[in-house]
């Protein structure tokens, strides 16, 4: 809290130094030597005369008494070079009015001081700096009314970074840039980049190098023309590829591998791995070739007490100076306008020439992409509802493939793009498959695509269920029954924890059940009655070979009344963006549009 005064200081505290009160030498008995008493008390008078004189002409102006208290929170990778620099400040004898100044500096993850200055999030402790140091900008857009920064510290790009030996491995087949990385970190395209070069990511909502990695591989996706798809099939992997610290990446970069690993990390992290753990096998700091992002420790200002913002900004000034500038260098960060010292060189991992610059995003850019990963990141609840009926059997285009066969194949494709922990089952339906009027049947009921289903997964058993997967040629479509009696299942189980989603496949004819069942109107009064925006079970239809406007418009209003979305693919070829277009779905608000091919 600005303005506390302490007496018990911390770590990077000083105290100012003070004499001891003078105790005078026991009186000796007069002896042979006592003529020399006389002078060897005028020495001593004269001596002690010249040390309150020196004292008195030394003491700082102005020191005695309360000293005003500054608290100093910094990211741990600066504020071993912030200790140091308020070790000199305190040593000086700075004061603010009249009062001297004692600074403590705590190490503090910039997350933390973030969401307890905001008052959301998870924090590790109480933190109320006077003074905040953050790794990075960023975490400011999620502040109201944040403080402009009264300077910065330091700067240091993010790289990319791999073991000296993987940096050699990767000279044929990966280029370091942003493209390439993100390539690799594309699930819609395993087979490519990503089966030489595993991508590993610092979780973007703890750690600043991470989520500026994910602004500057969007920015050069959207630079050059890239999809959102795309963006979405990179978070996606790299949601389940997260490494928790710094230490845990480089741990995992020098370890060998059949893929070589990349990571995300600052410059200074190599640096800092690289000379003070001295490895067999060191890091290696890989610039992009489109320039990058850096992190830029601006100083905020956060005391309420005048005593203490004063303090503050002195320090700041202190921190922005030519020795503070020197002394960040020598803990291998750059200055503000990314000047390296002489550490910053390829015997430690780096190189002293500034990258090219990619500008931060706007805070509402920031704030998206951070909403997308947190969406993400939400664990799958997925009832897949795959038609079978006789339709499916015709062929699905100029290839010859059937409707049934491209679905199916697709689906499997699609499937590896969910993570073991996602939660999926599959319906088939056509009609009476259980008995008259009950038109769906359970093939693979929902649970963990790891879990063991009689010695095999789940994941096996639904690619087993879909690779067998037969239409009945007599079978009609059981579209509304089906619908109604999922919706109602998952409405009944949802997991607040997960996107809730039923996921219809089906080949655009509609609902067509000789035995009646529920209306197209009815469906569609029926579930706009069950939709619960604050328990969403989303439906999102694929509607293959939809050639009808009515079709079309019955399929966009089922979808919509739910927040979900219909896809009406013509062709084999456009079915498969479309489980990576149901996951962009989660990047956005229900009313963000239908998404719909129309």
Request: hydrophobic content about 40%.
């Amino acid at each position: 809290m600005g303005g506390r005064h302490r007496t018990d200081e911390l770590d990077g505290g000083f105290e100012p130094p003070y004499e001891p009160p003078y105790e005078p030498p026991p009186r000796r008995r007069a002896g042979r030597g006592s003529v020399l008493v006389p002078l060897a008390g005028a020495v001593a008078l004269a001596v002690l005369l010249g040390v309150a004189a020196y004292v008195v002409v030394n003491k700082s102006p102005g020191c005695a008494g309360e000293k005003v208290s500054l608290s100093v929170v910094a990211s741990p990778d600066i504020q071993p070079a912030i200790k140091k620099i308020a070790s000199r400040f305190g040593q000086a004898g700075k004061s603010v009015d009249g009062r001297c100044v004692a600074v403590t500096v705590k190490a503090a993850q910039s997350a933390d001081v973030a969401n307890g200055l905001a008052g959301t999030g998870p924090t590790s402790g109480k933190l109320d700096p006077d003074l905040w140091i953050p790794d990075s900008s960023l975490w400011l857009t999620g502040l109201k009314n944040a403080p402009k920064p009264a300077a910065n510290a330091a700067s240091t790009p993010v790289v990319l970074a791999a073991s000296r030996a993987g940096a050699d491995k990767l000279q044929s087949a990966f280029s370091p840039s942003w493209t390439g990385l993100m390539s690799a970190a594309n699930a819609a395209n395993p087979d490519g980049l990503a089966k030489k070069v595993r991508v590993l990511a610092l979780d973007p909502t703890q750690n600043a190098a991470g989520l500026g990695a994910l602004l500057a591989g969007a920015a050069v996706l959207n630079q050059g023309g890239g999809s959102e798809e795309t963006l979405v099939g990179v978070l996606r992997r790299l949601s389940e590829s997260t490494v928790p610290s710094p230490d845990s990446l480089f741990a995992t970069l020098t370890k060998a591998a059949a893929r070589i690993p990349v990571g995300v990390t600052s410059e200074q992290a190599v640096w800092s791995y690289n000379t003070t753990t001295t490895p067999s096998n060191p890091a290696v700091a890989l610039y992009p070739a489109e320039g990058t992002v850096s992190l830029d420790y601006p100083l905020i200002v956060t005391a309420r007490d005048a005593a203490a913002r004063k303090a503050a900004q002195a320090f700041a000034a202190e921190v922005s100076s030519p020795s503070g500038r020197k002394t960040v260098q020598d803990y291998g960060f750059r200055t503000p306008d990314g000047k390296g010292g002489s550490l910053l060189k390829p015997d430690n991992g780096v190189s002293a020439k500034k990258p090219a610059t990619i500008p931060l995003p706007d805070a509402a850019a920031v704030t998206r992409l951070s909403q997308a990963w947190h969406q993400i990141k939400l664990g799958t609840k997925l009832l897949a509802l795959m038609d079978i009926s006789g339709t499916m059997a015709l062929p699905a285009d100029k290839s010859g493939i059937t409707r049934m066969r491209a679905i199916t194949d697709i689906s499997v494709e699609g499937l590896k793009l969910f993570p073991d922990k996602a939660e999926i089952g599959i319906w088939a339906f056509s009609d009476n498959l259980q008995g008259k009027g009950v038109d769906w049947k359970p093939v693979v009921h929902i649970g963990p695509l790891a879990q063991q289903i009689n010695g095999v997964t789940r994941r096996d058993v639904i690619t087993k269920a879909l690779q067998s997967a037969q239409a009945i040629p007599t079978g009609n479509t059981g579209l509304n029954d089906t619908l109604w009696a999922a919706y109602q299942k998952m409405t009944k189980e949802y997991e607040p924890d997960k996107v809730n989603t039923i996921l219809l496949f089906t080949d655009g004819v509609g609902n067509d059940d000789p035995n009646g069942g529920i209306s197209n109107t009815e469906i569609l009064r029926k579930l706009k009655g069950a939709f619960d925006p604050k328990r969403p079970v989303s439906l999102l239809i694929i509607s293959y070979n939809t050639q009808k406007d009515e079709d079309r418009t019955q399929m966009t209003s089922i979808a919509k009344a739910t927040g979900g979305a219909a896809f009406f693919p013509q062709t084999v070829l456009e079915i498969r963006n479309i489980f990576l277009k149901g996951i962009a779905r989660r990047l956005c608000a229900p009313d963000c549009g239908d998404g719909g091919q129309r």
